[in-house]
C-alpha cells in the first residue's frame, strides 16, 4: 500500500493540490486527455503527478511539429492514467477522498494482477515483444508502488 496520500498534495501557495484528470492541449494542434494532475483551489496551478512526468515527456517528444492525430488519452499509453481515469469514472464517492483513494488502491491492485496473469501468458507462449510491452506496463505501477511504500 502506498504510504503518501495520493489524492491530495500541499501546493506552494498553501493551499491543497487534488487530483483529476486533465485536457492537455499541445502546441494548439493536439488535445491530450486523461492526464492525471494535481490541481489547486487557491491559485490555480496545476502539475501532473510526479511518476507519469517522464512519460508525458516521452509522447509530447514523440509527436514533434507535425502529429498525426489531433487527439490522444493519455490513458492509452500509461497504466497509471489508465488506472485513474477508471476510478475517476467508477463512480460517485459518497466518502470524498477517502473513498476515491481506496478505489484507485483497488484498481491499481486489480491491474497489476492482470497484468501479471498476461505475462505469465505471454512468457508460455513465448511472445517476447508481448512479456516486453506487458513488463514494461507493470514497472510503471510497481516501481511507483514500491518507491512509496518505503
Known amino acids: 500500500m502506498l504510504k503518501e496520500n495520493l ?3 500541499s501546493c506552494g501557495c498553501g493551499g491543497i493540490m487534488t487530483l483529476h484528470m486533465h485536457t492537455l492541449i499541445y502546441s494548439a494542434k493536439i488535445k491530450i486527455t486523461h492526464v492525471p494532475v494535481y490541481t489547486c483551489g487557491i491559485c490555480a496551478r496545476y502539475e501532473p503527478l510526479p511518476f507519469i512526468k517522464k512519460e508525458l515527456g516521452k509522447l509530447i517528444g514523440e509527436l514533434g511539429e507535425t ?4 487527439h490522444l488519452s493519455f ?3 500509461n497504466e497509471w492514467a489508465s488506472v485513474l481515469k ?3 469514472t467508477s ?3 459518497p466518502g470524498g477522498m477517502t ?5 484507485i488502491y483497488k484498481s491499481i491492485q486489480g491491474r497489476i494482477d492482470v497484468l501479471l496473469d498476461v505475462y505469465r501468458l505471454s512468457v508460455e507462449l513465448g511472445d517476447h515483444h508481448w512479456m516486453e510491452e506487458t513488463g514494461s506496463r507493470l514497472s510503471q ?5 514500491a518507491e512509496s511504500a518505503k
Open 7 to 9: 489524492v491530495k498534495k
Open 67 to 70: 502529429p498525426p492525430r489531433r
Open 75 to 77: 490513458a492509452d499509453r
Open 86 to 88: 477508471d476510478a475517476f
Open 91 to 93: 463512480g460517485i464517492f
Open 99 to 103: 473513498e476515491l483513494e481506496e478505489t
Open 141 to 145: 505501477l510497481t516501481l511507483q508502488s
